[in-house]
């Protein structure tokens, strides 16, 4: 089966009127220009010294969709591609991409805001329910999405949405077995200099917010113990018992009951992101190696040079092994992953491209 990667496409219905377009985020940060007071120029040139020298990197080589076995490839075309998702039965991987969005209602392709996204098979054959975080202005809230057709003629049609509660930043979604949707609570606000406070919090170690989960007979509920920095991906076991996720800022993996408890905790290299489960039955994270990178990418470095690893962990024991460590050269700034077919697809949330790689394997295991 041949997979497409496509950006997520999306036919809204409303009003009888069927529209499709493009869906990604586009997150760019805006200077407006002033005439500072001649005192205060050189030490804005200072900084501009400073920082000139990772804003301005030399360019990549050309994009390589299909790479040999063990090579890193790349396929360019996107823009903050943050979460893959493969839908094997689609034979597609979808991808977020993320920007700003206006608007009311159901989410218009064109202005869509995707961050975090999951995708389980439904009752109804050939039919996918997808589950999308998406953000403000419009909305905080779980967009929902039903994926049919395959290939080039898959399609996104808009179901409705769960909005979060108050005083909530969505970052990754999963679905439990029973319907239940968890999502991963990052920091109560993004905005301004509020969100900029709770994003250096919980790169301090400190908690910023917790896991959530909403089913339509009991609405949305804090999943006790779960309050961490910055928690991020999220994955659940496939009999809903229990669930993985991410705590970015204290360098963790960590794993609880679905009903609340006391977490157990993996240290891991780096900073993980996204979570996703593996055809063995594996978890796969990938986490932030570089910290000086990756800042330099946010500041504005392009294209993004940020190192990262992908780690495979044991859900009974929580062992972590690092399977493939890069530099950024070719991709920088990783934060998902996502495995079809032998092939695992890379999500950068700062850079025009997502990744691509074959393993060289022997036995059908991952090897380093």
Known sequence: MSHDVRRARTRSRSRGRESTARSYVRSTSWVKATHAPL????????LVALLAPGCFSRPRDACNPEPRPGELGTICGFENPEDVEAVPAAGVVLVSEMR??????????????????????????????????????????????DLTGTGADAR?????????????????????????????NFVPIME??????????????RPTGDLIAWHPEHGWRHIPGTTAPTPNGVAVSADG???????????????????????????????????????RGTLLAATHTDSVGLILCVLGRHPCRAGWSLLEIDP?????????????????????????????????????????????????????
């Open 316 to 368: 009974q024991t929580l062992r972590v092994t690092e399977r493939l460590h890069h530099d950024g050269g070719a991709i920088g700034g990783v934060a998902s992953v996502t495995e079809v077919e032998g092939r695992y697809y890379f999500g950068s949330f700062l850079d025009d491209r997502i990744g691509i790689w074959r393993p060289v394997t022997t036995d059908g295991a991952l090897r380093p």
């Open 100 to 145: 700003a969005m206006r608007g009311k209602g159901s989410p218009r392709a064109e202005t869509f805001s995707p961050h975090g996204i999951t995708a389980v098979p439904t009752e109804f054959p050939g039919v996918t329910r997808v589950a999308v975080v998406g953000h403000r202005p419009l909305r905080e809230a779980i967009e929902l999405f």
């Open 241 to 279: 018992a229990v669930v993985f996720y991410s705590q970015t800022g204290a360098g963790q993996v960590a794993r609880v009951s679905r009903a609340g408890g006391a977490p157990e905790q993996t240290s891991v290299q780096g900073n993980p992101d996204n979570l996703s489960w593996s055809r």
């Open 39 to 46: 005192a205060q120029r050189p030490r804005f040139l200072l």
């Open 192 to 205: 301004g200099l509020p969100g900029l406070y709770y994003v250096l919090k919980g790169g301090l170690g």
């Open 156 to 184: 996104l049609a808009w179901r409705g949405c769960v909005p979060l509660p108050d005083a909530t930043v969505g970052n990754d979604v999963a679905f439990a077995a029973d319907g239940e949707i968890v999502v991963s």
